[in-house]
């Protein structure tokens, strides 16, 4: 289905417009957002649609249907999305379809493994949502983040893997003969291995503006995005624990200051870090600091505008008006549906061994959901081409008793 027309009427209060939106942006399908509180056409196409009642979110079809109230099943279904699988037994099964997990699969269909890929939202991770990919080798002038995902989507279509997206891995278990990989609809897969390759989230603040200024001034990776901003007057960063003390760091040699706001206290950061940015020059650290806004600028151009923090010590709010601002307030490796099978670390990462081979047999685990992976693209293809290698010998050494 075209999705670039599809219609979502809504208000920015309604929580059901807010996950309908979320699902459409999950699965990357463009969609037209229209606040029927500000666009009285809105309303009134609201009202046609509903026997002149407010049901909302009405969303409205390129083919003139529409839905009214959808749950995410339906949304999945009206667009057409592929949520079981063609047959129940696999040689591999990938836990996410991000660049980690599509890796293995292209290198795994390769060698005529009959190959099953799952992603709970759309085929691309987070790679598929970031705005400009600038450091992925073989781009010298970079790439748009969902035209790499679309192509490693369409070459892993050719060699047959079989997608599912919108659907969820909700556990991983094993016989030491069999994997048995359960998903969110019900189904249970079984493969001689599987992978999990779920990645990992950063956290946000949830604050209003953010969704809207991801990508456009608000960044979760230094290396990734700080050499945007070169020549820039001042970056903010959100995080005073090692993470946001050692990229703040890193930021300095592209601005003129670096600006750390911490939520607590204190910093959390090691005492050595902590060191080191009292000693430079270019960094300024505010504690009791909480961001309460993101703000657009007033100029149209969608681009970061003003970041407000509350001083929690005194009350007061101070407008930032930083050229980007970059949040290092924790990341969350997409884990949980493990439960207890598999060994994690402290942070919650899945431990591997130096063949990506994880605690229970035939399970594998690679990309940035691995304890000590560089949560970086072209570690993720890297390690996926990896663990396809380590699961096809894993494979041999199986068949050969
Ligand atoms: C905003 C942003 C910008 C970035 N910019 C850059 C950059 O410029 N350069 C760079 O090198 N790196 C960048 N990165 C990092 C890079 O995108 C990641 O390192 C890479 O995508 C990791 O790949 P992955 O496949 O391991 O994990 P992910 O890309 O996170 O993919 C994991 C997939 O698993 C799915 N999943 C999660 N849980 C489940 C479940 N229970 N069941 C089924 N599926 C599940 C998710 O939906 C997702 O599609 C950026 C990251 C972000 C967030």
Request: aromatic residues 6%.
């Amino acid at each position: 289905m075209a999705g670039a027309e599809i219609k979502v009427y809504g208000a920015n209060w309604c929580p059901d417009c807010r996950r309908a939106k979320r699902f459409l942006a999950d699965q990357r399908v463009p969609f037209e957002w229209h606040d029927i509180e500000q666009e009285p056409e809105g309303a009134e196409v609201v009202r046609e649609h509903n026997g002149g009642n407010n049901v909302i979110p009405t969303i409205v079809f390129p083919d003139g249907t529409h839905l009214l109230e959808p749950t995410n099943e339906e949304l999945a279904e009206k667009l057409g999305l592929q949520r079981s699988a063609m047959m129940h037994v696999y040689d591999l099964v990938v836990a996410g379809g991000g660049p980690t997990g599509l890796t293995t699969s292209i290198y795994a269909a390769r060698e005529n493994l009959q190959t099953l890929i799952i992603d709970s939202k759309g085929l691309g991770g987070q790679a598929g949502v970031t705005e400009r990919l600038d450091n992925y080798p073989g781009f010298p002038h970079g790439i748009r983040g969902a035209e790499l995902a679309d192509r490693i989507v369409e070459q892993a279509q050719r060699y047959g893997v079989e997608m599912l997206q919108a659907v969820s891995v909700t556990g991983i278990s094993s016989d030491g003969g069999e994997v048995d990989v359960e998903t969110a609809t019900g189904d249970h897969y079984h493969a001689r291995a599987a992978l999990v390759a779920t990645g990992s989230t950063y956290r946000r603040t949830n604050v209003p503006g953010e969704d809207d200024l991801i990508g456009a001034g608000i960044h979760f990776c230094a290396t990734c995005d700080g050499p945007f901003y070169k020549g820039s007057s001042e970056l903010l960063v959100l995080g005073g624990g090692n993470s946001g003390l050692e990229e703040g760091l890193f930021l300095t040699q592209f601005t003129d200051k670096v600006t750390i706001l911490e939520r607590g206290p204190a910093l959390k950061a090691s005492k050595l870090l902590q060191d080191k940015v009292r000693q430079h020059k270019k960094m300024k650290v505010r504690t009791n600091r909480e961001v309460q806004e993101f703000r657009a600028k007033e100029d149209g151009s969608g681009k970061l505008g003003a970041v407000i923090a509350l001083n929690r010590e005194t009350g007061e709010t101070k407008e930032y008006k930083p050229a980007a601002c970059f949040v290092f307030i924790g990341l969350d490796p997409n884990t949980a549906f493990l439960g207890g099978n598999v060994e994690l670390d402290a942070g919650r990462f899945v431990v591997t061994n130096a063949g990506y081979q994880t605690t229970v047999p035939g399970v594998f685990a690679a990309g940035d959901v691995r304890a000590g992976s560089t949560k970086q693209l072209a570690s993720a293809v890297g390690e996926g081409a990896a663990a396809a290698i380590a699961i096809r010998q894993y494979l041999d050494e199986k068949d050969r008793g």
